[in-house]
């Protein structure tokens, strides 16, 4: 019988914050450190967000993992490196919403259904399944209520 070899990964774990793990993650090395143990200065994604900063295409400097076999991760970001937020403009907002209206409006009943229309076939439920009618491009018969006539028994 023979034994199945099993690779074990060996990850070094930075205890902490020491001086010579915050100098090493400074000169570019990819440190790991425990939970409640990241160095001054790095931060993650969201607690940049929080201050009005985003990565600006900076990689991150360092890592914090946790949790079971240390499965869980969160990437750290230097603030020093980080940048402002990029802030939308009206015409950008704008063509947004226009995408948006979009995305929301039936190509066969023309309305603004006031949800996504599924991409397959940009149509709203009431025309995909109008009621003891047929299933809109096949012969099948399909009884189901439509949305507003759920609406109308709930209310
Ligand atoms: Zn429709």
């Known amino acids: 019988m023979t034994a199945r070899r099993r690779t074990r990964r060996v990850r070094v774990f930075a205890a902490s914050a020491t001086p010579e793990a915050v100098a090493a993650t400074e000169a570019g090395e990819w440190l790991t450190y425990r939970w409640g143990c990241a160095p001054d200065g790095y931060v993650t994604r969201r607690q940049l967000g929080a201050l009005g900063l985003c990565p ?14 240390f499965k869980r ?3 750290l970001y230097r603030v020093a490196d980080a940048r402002p937020k990029r802030v939308p403009s009206a015409a950008q907002l704008a063509a947004l919403g226009k995408a948006m209206a979009a995305r929301r409006t039936c190509t066969r ?18 025309c995909m399944f109008p009621v003891s009618g047929l299933v809109a491009g096949t012969d099948r018969a399909w009884g189901a209520p439509t949305a507003t006539q759920w609406a109308g028994e709930a209310a």
């Not at 600006?56 to 076999?69: H, L, M, N, Q, T």
Request: net charge positive.
């Open 56 to 69: 600006g295409g900076r990689r991150p400097g360092a890592e914090i993992r946790w949790g079971r076999g």
């Open 73 to 75: 991760v969160a990437y």
């Open 109 to 126: 009943c023309g309305r603004d259904v006031g949800y996504c229309v599924p991409t397959s076939t940009r149509e709203c439920v009431d």
